[in-house]
């Protein structure tokens, strides 16, 4: 029999908030969204469950906290009245697709030098993950 270890992730829940630019931003407490916008004026930030096809996009109020474990997208203030086609849901739909998995690489640090035996020898390599652009 052999030694068998395991190790679990204690990853704490955060809002997160995909920018205009397709940047991730975390928060692992309540922030408000006027916080966010006094940063971003040309913005405005929305639920991603609120998000459907050829409807109009609700902004958060200025009041309301981002929820721990949900997903928000800052959008330009342009958007704020016009109904979402299904080619720029898309959009977003690859920018956090994007941004999420440039997080997770970070975060599991698969970016690291590593070493293993193999066939006896010490081989030392990096890991090189990235994501790829569309």
């Known amino acids: 029999m052999g030694i068998c270890t395991s190790t679990h992730s204690t990853s704490i829940a ?18 408000r969204v006027s916080h966010i916008i006094n940063k971003n004026p040309s913005t405005f930030i929305c639920n991603s469950d609120e998000i459907t096809f050829d409807d109009v996009v609700s902004p958060l109020n200025d009041n309301e906290e981002l929820q721990l474990g949900q997903l928000y997208f800052a959008l330009q203030l342009t958007n704020l009245k016009h109904p979402l086609q299904p080619q720029e849901i898309a959009a977003l739909a690859v ?6 998995a440039v997080a997770d690489v970070s975060t599991v640090g698969l ?10 020898k010490r081989q030392n390599f990096k890991v090189m993950l990235d994501v790829i652009p569309e």
């Open 14 to 31: 955060t809002a997160k908030l995909i920018l205009t630019d397709g940047t991730l931003q975390e928060f692992s407490y309540p922030i």
């Open 95 to 100: 920018k956090a697709s994007t941004a999420l």
């Open 111 to 120: 970016t690291k030098k590593t070493s293993y035996n193999v066939g006896g």
